[in-house]
């Protein structure tokens, strides 16, 4: 990492979030450098979906405070996607009645640079040639593989300073999932911030910078990737 | 040059293709169902005729008041109701166009009340109606290859991924419901200037259903489609005039053979030219 790793590009202090009556995180802090990938980690209902529905806007939050590139984080997606943060969701959420290149094209709906629009399209196709391949059919007609390689190049259309994903490895093959993770590595490398949320303890691991460790609505470990990966307690307690 | 029955036959179809062509902004490219929009046409109607005999507006600015007014109303009604999801935003449609069906009937002194109102010119002949049709088919089709269309398409298809690209959902939901009802409004407006006599019962909850239908029939998701469904909604029952009480028989039988072998509506999802490729594509491939 350069010297660059120590801006603090997100701030996440004291959040808390709740369904009703039930909380799903509580009290929750972290943060993210410039340029840093970072997974965020947990088995089911450790209230990973909720922190990331919290920093997309979907969620409200009860309480704490989120800060972006020293800012308040405002509270409507659609101004989340205008300060830069790009949300992959979970499930992929292809628009399956619009072909791949439409869905691209949504992706970049707040952008009005036509030329950098066409040249990020190039960049996403040299990423993914499986979308080149089939711009014009229907987002719906892909496989599951590459419709998560379709709800990342749409993140990316934004041209977001950082990118949050959802579990991008669920229900996908193992080869599937190495290619995505080499996808993330080269993304971080082009400079993008990623956030990382996965219940692939070990593939997010490997990948990530450090990470965090989630279990029913609190951080109970952080640490780097490698430090993590070697903790054997950890991954039988909380990840398995 | 043309019988009084034709221009009658002209007029309607492209009154109703002006009204249908907002519901499938609004339905087919937003996923929003409304069955309110004869509320709007009344609304146009009633203030393009009340601009026209009592203000003695020109006719193209009467049809504009009309089609502005219920596109202001829209625009109040919608900062209400456009949060409310699916079902619950269609039930406030449907209370809202019946709401304005009754208060027409009971403004007496200002509408004509169920007598309703009459000594509007006429004014749209069916050359006009032909032209409006077409221009409201330019504009429709202008907006739907917009980057706004595109934001329509993206909340019908997935409402929480287009949130999380940046699409400002109610905005665009809001735009999408006073565009249809624009278009409801100046269909109203032309409608009364052909009549000359409108009442409140020419715009009821039937005709909202009319609209909804035509517009699914068409398919949904398609411009051509919704032209397509209302001359076969509209001109149907004129083929089967002869057979009188048994054509709304064969109207019903239409509908249902529609909904049963195409699904999706004749056009589901596909312009005009699109089927055209279609079709010749498969001849090729058949051929070889």
């Known amino acids: 990492m350069s010297e660059k790793s120590h801006d603090t590009i997100l701030k996440v202090d004291h959040l808390s979030a709740a369904y009703g009556g039930i909380r799903a995180i509580d009290d929750i802090s972290f943060y993210v450098n410039k340029g840093e990938i970072v997974a965020m980690l947990g088995a089911n209902g450790a209230g990973k979906s909720t922190l990331l529905k919290c920093l997309s806007g979907e969620h409200k939050r009860s309480a704490g405070e989120i800060s972006f590139n020293g800012q308040p984080l405002p509270g409507h997606c659609h101004q989340i996607v205008e300060r830069g943060v790009s949300i992959v969701p979970e499930g992929r959420q292809i628009f399956y009645k619009l072909t791949v290149l439409e869905n691209l094209m949504v992706g970049c709906c707040q952008r009005d640079d036509k030329e950098g629009i066409q040249k990020d399209l190039e960049m996403v196709y040299k990423m993914f040639p499986r979308l080149e ?45 190495n290619q995505i993770m080499e996808t993330l590595k080269s993304i971080a490398e082009s400079g993008t911030t990623i956030l990382l949320v996965e219940q692939n303890a070990k593939k997010a691991l490997e990948l990530c910078d450090r990470a965090y460790v989630m279990n029913v609505g609190h951080i109970v470990m952080e640490g780097s990737g490698k430090e993590l990966l070697a903790d054997e307690n950890l991954m039988q307690a909380y990840l398995g | 040059m043309i019988n009084s029955f034709y221009e009658g036959i002209i007029v309607t179809c492209c009154v109703n293709i002006i009204a249908v062509l907002g519901m499938s902004v609004l339905t087919g490219f937003t996923r929003l169902f409304s069955f309110g929009n004869a509320g709007f046409m009344a609304i146009g109607a009633y203030t393009a005729a009340i601009c026209s005999v009592q203000f003695h507006l020109p006719f193209f600015l009467a049809i504009i008041c009309g089609a502005v007014a219920a596109g202001i109303i829209a625009y109040l009604l919608g900062s209400l109701t456009i949060r409310l999801r699916g079902d619950y935003f269609l039930i406030s449609c449907l209370g809202f166009g019946e709401c304005v069906r009754v208060l027409f009937l009971y403004l007496r002194n200002i509408t004509g009340g169920a007598v309703g109102y009459t000594g509007i010119p006429y004014r749209t002949t069916w050359v006009v109606a032909l032209v409006c049709a077409v221009a409201a088919f330019i504009i429709a089709w202008n907006l739907i290859h917009s980057r706004f269309g595109q934001a329509f398409s993206a909340i019908r298809e997935n409402e929480v991924a287009a949130a999380a690209n940046g699409i400002d959902v109610v905005k665009y939901k809001k735009m999408s419901f006073v565009f249809s009802a624009v278009f409801a409004g100046w269909a109203g407006g032309l409608y009364a200037h052909y009549l000359q006599h409108i009442t409140p019962v020419l715009f009821n909850l039937p005709k909202s259903c009319e609209l909804v239908i035509t517009t699914v029939l068409g398919g949904l998701g398609s411009l051509t489609g919704s032209v397509l469904g209302t001359l076969v909604v509209q001109l149907l029952p004129e083929f089967f005039r002869k057979f009188s009480e048994y054509r709304m028989l064969a109207y019903g039988i239409a509908v249902v053979l529609v909904i049963l072998l195409r699904p999706a509506g004749l056009m589901g999802y596909m312009e005009f030219p699109d089927l055209i490729r279609k079709i010749t594509k498969k001849k090729s491939t058949g051929g070889a």
């Open chain 1, 133 to 177: 391949e089939r711009k014009a059919q229907f987002g719906g007609l892909l496989s599951g593989g590459e419709q998560q390689m379709l709800a990342i190049a749409r993140g990316l259309m934004a041209r977001p300073k950082m990118l949050m994903l959802d579990e991008p490895s669920l229900g996908l093959a193992p080869i599937i999932v």
